[in-house]
């Protein structure tokens, strides 16, 4: 079964407005990933973090891996509708392996 | 191709039939892995494959399961005498040669094969 536990399950925003999403694990990973799922498609990898401390950002989306390497969090800055999606966090160890949260479910009302 | 392809993209089985799912690699793709995605769940590990060799089937759920990937591109899922526990999108993914993604590799997802036992 999935080791991360994510949160929140679901989020109901207006557009304009950032949200923060995060991922903790009782196991420590040497990567954490993020992606984004919408219907019918599968995930789409957004930001990969490879050193605890590190902090990264890709557009309005900014993801940090945490120094104890056992948690991370998302943001994304001013939302807009095509953000609606079900995001995503990933842990990896040293195999190939990866583990997943059972996301958050982004909705963005216009 | 231009991405990871997946076939059937539908599939309803009857109880007990036995059904094939097929997954066509990035071209050049040497690392392949399977998912199992149940309703409203994250993606759940099943195996991985490094060219035709399966090197982790620690998540498949039970024998019923099976993969292959015998000339290391196309691979197969195949899932005996289906359960209605079996319901699931099953999404293959694949990645550049390096292993893993502790490396920096990209995995890439298919679309996904959605699978109800009925």
């Known amino acids: 079964g999935q080791q991360l536990n994510q949160s929140p399950q679901s989020m109901f925003i207006q557009e304009g407005e950032d949200v923060s999403m995060n991922c903790t694990s009782s196991?420590?990973?040497?990567?954490w990933l993020w992606y984004k799922q919408e219907p019918g498609e599968g995930p789409v990898l957004l930001i990969a973090?490879?050193?605890?401390?590190e902090l990264t950002s890709n557009g309005r989306l900014t993801a940090q891996f945490g120094i104890t390497r056992k948690d991370s969090f998302l943001n994304i800055s001013a939302s807009i509708p095509s953000d609606v999606g079900i995001y995503f966090c990933?842990?990896?160890?040293?195999?190939?392996?990866?583990?997943f949260g059972a996301g958050t479910r982004l909705t963005v009302k216009p | 191709g231009a991405g990871v392809s997946q076939s059937p993209r539908y599939k309803v089985a009857k109880r007990g039939q036995d059904v094939a799912l097929r997954c066509d690699p990035i071209s050049g793709h040497v690392s392949l892995f399977w998912y199992q995605q149940a309703l409203g769940q994250g993606p759940e590990f099943l195996t991985y494959?490094?060219?035709?060799?399966?090197?982790?089937k620690s998540g498949l759920p039970s024998d019923r399961f099976f993969a292959e990937r015998p000339e290391g591109s196309v691979s197969t899922l195949k899932i005996q005498r289906t359960q209605q526990e079996d319901s699931a999108v099953y999404l293959c993914?694949?990645?550049?040669?390096?292993?893993?993604?502790?490396?920096?590799?990209?995995?890439?997802f298919g679309e996904g094969s959605w699978l109800t036992v009925v």
């Open positions: 196991s420590i990973f040497n990567t």
């Open positions: 973090l490879y050193k605890a401390g």
């Open positions: 990933a842990g990896h160890y040293n195999n190939n392996d990866m583990r």
């Open positions: 993914a694949s990645s550049l040669p390096r292993t893993g993604v502790s490396s920096g590799n990209t995995i890439y």
């Open positions: 494959f490094q060219n035709e060799a399966q090197l982790d």
